[in-house]
Structures are given as structure tokens and as C-alpha cells.
């Protein structure tokens, strides 16, 4: 029998929740910005914690109300492992973006110790043991960003026992333009702050847009994704925590993008493009337009079919 391992380190990428269309059930991966965490195997119980890199200053070290530490818990505890692990995270995914960073921490963390398992879990209870780590940094077991950061690419999720995940293809040459201003949301602020009611015109326009641009993706059929990647439930609600929102999007929509609205709870704001250097140029004008209303920021560009979480390194 081979050694077991010392050491499994994982990348888990930042991710886009909602994509306008699906609040709380549709997310996509963003490979340009991710978490690292190393788990390496302890003889003593329970989870320790370390952590680095921007932002990291403020994240919790209790494994119980960390997002890696919780969900490494998860695994060892499903596992029956009888050793414990000293997680290192490297964030690389700022705090408070509405970028999936507390999702990607915890699928990373997930990740990482199912990698020093003799019997690795399914991918099912791997997202189950994530979304109890997310579920410490937003107060619920959200699962559009710990899917898509998981799994890869376009996911359709549904929170539940067991959650469930399903990949939705996607057109070849679909990217994702995206811009983080300096300014942080809390998640689960965000979150109470929306309303219980819905028009029903609002409801009908949204399930519209939702199966549009699933049957846009599946088609291939930019026209349609161009045509229903709107958000007309939850963007009206929060667009206003964003100052230059409206202008940002403007900008995305006159220089090309199918779509453009909120990445999760905001700030940082996406947009679909038909190609890597059309997207490029929507990041470019995003950022310039946020510098128009006096704040900084930073643009990234990402395949919308971009990986998911992955072992990088092993001892």
C-alpha cells in the first residue's frame, strides 16, 4: 500500500452568482482570480488555520467560522478521518467583491483534504461540505458560487439534500468581461436587504430571461443571449450600492456586450462578450468609466467555460 500523502494543495477559482438571470441557481466560473489552500495531514484533531495574502487581515482563524476551515471539517468528519489537517489559504480573491471568494475558499478547502483521503468523496458530498463552509460567511447555503467554482463552467445548482449541480454547455468564443471598483459588500448584508415580493409581470420576465439564455447557451445562439440576459428581479434592488452602476452598464452595452449587470451581491459588475478581444475592450471601457466617477478599479477577463477547482500540488 502506498504511502499516504502529507501535503494536497487546491486551486479553486472566483465565480459570477446569479448571472443576472438566475438568483441563487445559476453561476459561472472565473478562472482569472482564485484561492489556494494547502491541507497537510496532522496527527492532531480538528482544523487549524492560516491564511495570507490581500485581505486576509480581517478573515476569522477558527476553523468553525472560517469558510476552508468549516468545510475541511465537513470532509473529515464525512470521511471518518482519524487525523486532523493545517489548512494554509492564499487568498487571491478579494474579500467583499462578488466574486465568489468565501465559495472558492471553502471548495478549495473541501478540495484540498478530500485530496489526502485514502477513498476520495463523490462530487456531491465534496459541494455538500463546501456549502457548509459558505454557509459561515453568508449566514445560507448559497450554492450558485460554490457550484460553479466546484464543477467549472455554466452550473445550474439547487441547494438541498443532496444539493444538486448540473453543467449547462457553453457557446464556443463566450467571455466574460468583469470589473471589481474599490468599494466591499458584505454578502450577507446584501442579502437582507431584499425584498420578500415580486410583481408578477417581474416573475414572468424573469423566468423569461432565465430560459432564454439557458436555450441561448445550449444553442449556441448569441442573438438570444444578447436578447434575454437581463435582470429584472434583483439588479433593481441592488444596483444602488454600486455608485456609476448605470453608467458601467451603459458603457459594456454600447461597446458590444450581450449583457451586463451585478457579479452575485456586488460591487464588481460582468458582462458576456462574444469573443476574448471584444471582452477585452468591454473591461477596458468598464474601468474607465468607473475612473469617470472618481473610483478605482480592477478588470479582469475570463472564458465563461473556464475550470473549476483542481489539485495543483501533492507531497
Known sequence: MANPLESCTARAPGSVGNVA??????????????D????????????????????????PLDAERNTAGKAALAVLQLSHAPWGVDLEIIK??????????????????????NGLLETSLT?????????????????????????????????????????LARSVAVPDGLYCALVHPDVVIATEKSRAGLSDHVSRCDAVRQMANLAGVIVGCEQSDFSLLGRFLRDVM???QRFGQVRGFHQVQEAAMEAGALGCSLSGSGPS????????????????????????QGIGSRSWVSKVDSRGAQVTETL
Do not use: Y
Open 21 to 34: 438571470v438566475g438568483f441563487d441557481i445559476l453561476g459561472h466560473a472565473f478562472d482569472a482570480v482564485a
Open 36 to 59: 489556494l489552500v494547502t491541507a497537510r495531514r496532522s496527527s492532531s484533531a480538528g482544523v487549524r488555520v492560516m491564511c495570507s495574502g490581500p485581505g486576509s487581515s480581517g478573515i
Open 92 to 113: 487571491g480573491i478579494p474579500v467583499g467583491s462578488g466574486l465568489g471568494g468565501s465559495g472558492a475558499s471553502a471548495v478549495a478547502g473541501a478540495v484540498a483534504v
Open 123 to 163: 462530487q456531491t458530498q465534496l459541494l455538500d461540505c463546501a456549502l457548509d463552509g459558505e454557509e459561515v460567511a453568508t449566514g445560507a447555503r448559497v450554492i450558485d458560487n460554490v457550484a460553479a467554482s466546484l464543477l467549472g463552467g455554466l452550473v445550474f445548482a439547487v441547494e438541498g439534500k443532496p444539493p
Open 234 to 236: 434583483i439588479e433593481p
Open 269 to 292: 459588475i460582468f458582462a458576456w462578450c462574444q469573443g476574448e478581444a471584444l471582452a477585452g475592450r468591454v473591461a477596458t471601457i468598464m474601468s474607465q468609466e468607473f475612473s469617470q
